[in-house]
């Protein structure tokens, strides 16, 4: 499988997944449960997630690891099995994906601020090059580095997965609109911050996930673009904002919304197009007509 950077470089333009969180959830996981020791006890489920998307047209498969490190696992009891958890999420995502896509393994935020003293920089340093490396072991081709809302943890994360693994790395933060009506991150990070620590770091994909509908994503797309203009860039979007309905939660931007906008992502700045919170195959199905569809 060519490095999904090389692909870039050829002019394609990649589409991905959507959102594994809500999909879950949508199977019977229940609030509390351990989302990846579901790549154990509910093998086939997850399996089911990754092909349909496969067969809803993405060109790379996440992989339902995203609370996978250490830190997060010993909320659960699960943290002496790191390295079970990450393989089984990556073999997973793997056999779905075949040779013909990418599996881009996701390792989310710990939980932890080194500004709050919660932890040490080599704890988390070690952390992620545990997750990563098991990751790797199982069959990932790179590692989506995702969520995130401080540098310092974010570029931990990357420079542990460079120096301990040969995956390619995708480094996402969530951006939301300020009262100034600026883009930051929980955490006051900007687009233009971002893209200058993360290839400095040593990313090799940069982007946004999470947050707000593609409509958003525009303008954060343009900031980053500004800022890296030789850099490929990753949209990982919500399926709109969720709006509670009789007590659930409802993502309200369609598969027709969200491809509607893909023109204008491109136009930004974006290279690889997918899904994150609501967004279902059929997002990702709509999305994938669209971006094929696309004048280059």
């Keep these: 499988m060519p490095r999904i950077t090389d692909q870039l470089k050829q002019g394609r333009r990649l589409m991905s997944d959507g959102a594994w969180g809500t999909f879950l959830q949508r199977k019977g996981l229940k609030p509390g449960e351990c989302p990846e020791l579901w790549c154990v006890t509910h093998r086939a489920d997850v399996l089911d997630i990754a092909r349909s998307y496969v067969t809803a047209g993405a060109d790379m498969i996440k992989t339902n690891s995203f609370g996978g490190s250490r830190l997060k696992l010993n909320a659960y009891g699960l943290g002496n099995r790191v390295a079970e958890l990450n393989r089984s999420a990556a073999a997973i995502s793997r056999e779905a994906a ?10 989310g935020p710990t939980g932890k601020l080194l500004l709050m003293g919660d932890i040490t ?3 988390l340093y070690d952390a992620f090059k545990e997750q990563a490396q098991a990751l790797e072991a199982g069959g990932a081709d790179a590692a989506l580095i995702e969520s995130m809302s401080a540098l310092d943890e974010t570029c931990l994360a990357i420079k ?10 995708i480094s996402t933060l969530t951006f939301e609109r300020t009262v100034k009506g600026d883009y930051r991150t929980m955490m006051g990070v900007s687009p233009d911050d971002m893209a200058k620590a993360c290839l400095e770091a040593g990313a090799d994909i940069i982007g946004a996930n999470c947050g707000h509908g593609f409509r958003q994503m525009i303008e954060v797309v343009k900031e980053i673009r500004a800022a890296a203009p030789e850099a490929p860039i ?9 709006v509670n309905r009789n007590g659930v939660d409802v993502f309200p931007d369609t598969p027709v919304m969200m491809a509607d ?7 930004a700045g974006a290279n690889i197009i997918g899904g994150c919170c609501g967004t279902t195959p059929e997002h990702i199905a709509a999305i994938a007509r669209a971006l094929r569809g696309a004048k280059r």
Excluded: D
């Design 261 to 267: 906008f893909v023109p204008e992502l491109l136009a």
């Design 160 to 169: 542990a997965t460079r120096e301990n693994t040969r995956l390619e790395i």
């Design 121 to 123: 920089e080599q704890e």
């Design 98 to 107: 075949g040779r013909e896509r990418s599996v881009i393994a996701s390792m």
């Design 234 to 242: 990753l949209v990982h979007a919500n399926a709109g904002m969720p």
